[in-house]
């Protein structure tokens, strides 16, 4: 890390919605990094459309279909200690329906999508009812605690 603080970098991948400013999602996630129950060092994610994470989730996970975002921590997930850096692959076109569903912005959903892949990079799973409960709560409390307010809302 060097004393320069965590890196965040939002680049555009295959099917990207180019309209979305990479730059202020960098630097919203900035805001939300302090506010992580684990020191965060670094958070690389790469926008996609529904194809390139179709392809990314056959690849990574053997499961067929998109997904709102895949998460690949780059440190020892048990080491507690360990600061976490993480690259992500985040679909924009699953944010765009679910934001249009939700009734908020697509950057909203987006930022949603980077908080709960850094939470997974930071030992959070979502595999159970209570184990979901847990990390959407996180979710809301690390959006909350920069303005955002809850952006995940269960149906």
Do not use: K, N, W
Not at 28 to 53: K, S, T
Not at 69 to 75: G, I, K, T
Request: with cysteine; net charge negative; proline share 3%.
């Amino acid at each position: 890390m060097s004393g320069q603080g965590p890196t965040v970098a939002f680049h555009a991948g295959a099917g990207c919605a180019e309209a979305l400013d990479r730059a202020a999602l960098a630097r919203a996630m900035q805001l939300l990094i302090p506010h992580f129950p684990r020191a965060v060092a670094r958070v690389d994610a790469m926008l996609v459309g529904d194809a390139a994470m179709d392809e990314a989730h056959r690849r990574y996970s053997g499961v067929e279909g998109t997904t709102d975002v895949l998460s690949f921590p780059a440190h020892d997930e048990a080491d507690a200690s360990s600061a976490v850096e993480v690259d992500l692959i985040i679909s924009t076109d699953v944010a765009a329906r679910e934001a249009a569903a939700r009734g908020h912005d697509v950057v909203r959903e987006v930022l949603l999508y980077a908080v709960h892949g850094t939470l997974h990079a930071c030992g959070f799973r979502d595999d159970t009812e209570e184990s979901a409960a847990a990390i959407h709560a996180e979710e809301d409390r690390i959006l909350s605690a920069c303005g955002i307010g809850p952006v995940y809302r269960a149906s």
